[in-house]
Structures are given as C-alpha cells and as structure tokens.
C-alpha cells in the first residue's frame, strides 16, 4: 500500500462536494470536497507500489484542466490511468451540475 501527495497552489474556490466510483476489483473511489486554503490537495492511496511518477503525470494533467480549490481523496485498487482521469472528470463534472 503507497501514499502519494500532490498540492497546486491558486485555485478557484468550489462549492460541492462529489463521490464517484467504487473501491474494488481494478477500479478506484474519487471524494471530492471544497478547500479553504485556494489550492488542490490530492491525497492518493493506492494497492499498486513503484507508479508515483505515473500517478503525478496523470494528476498533473487533470490539474491543468480543472481550477478549482479542492481535496482529492482517492482511494485506488489498480485501476489504470485512463480509469484514473476519468473518475476525477466524473467527480469534477459532478461538481459543475
């Protein structure tokens, strides 16, 4: 079991909180909530060891489309990367509604 941190300084603050996805067989949970400090804190912890430069490639990406101030938890049970962006779009798209 690994846990990784990424922060992104200067966001834009957000008003809802979403859920998606389900920790289980390859796949992984997103919790998203408001921040009070302007910044994107992503909290991962993840059943696959060794893939942190992974993990950042992916976050980084979808750092760079989404503004908002926000605490990313997920909570990961070996899914891919492109399951990996698409449950943080979901939760961002959740939180646009």
């Given at each position: 079991?690994?846990q990784?941190?990424?922060d992104y300084?200067?966001?834009?603050p957000?008003?809802?909180?979403?859920?998606?996805?389900?920790?289980?067989?390859?796949?992984?949970?997103?919790?998203?909530?408001?921040?009070?400090?302007?910044?994107?804190?992503?909290?991962?912890?993840?059943?696959v060891?060794g893939?942190e430069k992974?993990?950042k490639?992916?976050?980084?990406?979808?750092?760079?489309r989404?503004?908002g101030?926000?605490?990313?938890?997920?909570?990961d049970?070996?899914?891919?990367?492109?399951?990996v962006m698409?449950?943080?779009?979901?939760?961002?798209e959740?939180?646009?509604?």
């Open positions: 079991m690994e990784l941190a990424f300084p200067d966001r834009e957000i008003q809802r909180r979403a859920h998606v996805g389900v920790v289980g067989s390859g796949d992984l949970e997103v919790l998203l909530e408001p921040s009070t400090d302007r910044a994107l804190h992503v909290r991962i912890r993840t059943s060891d893939y992974v993990w490639n992916v976050v980084d990406r979808f750092a760079s989404f503004t101030a926000a605490r990313i938890e997920i909570n049970f070996g899914a891919t990367p492109g399951t698409l449950r943080l779009e979901q939760a961002a959740k939180i646009r509604a």
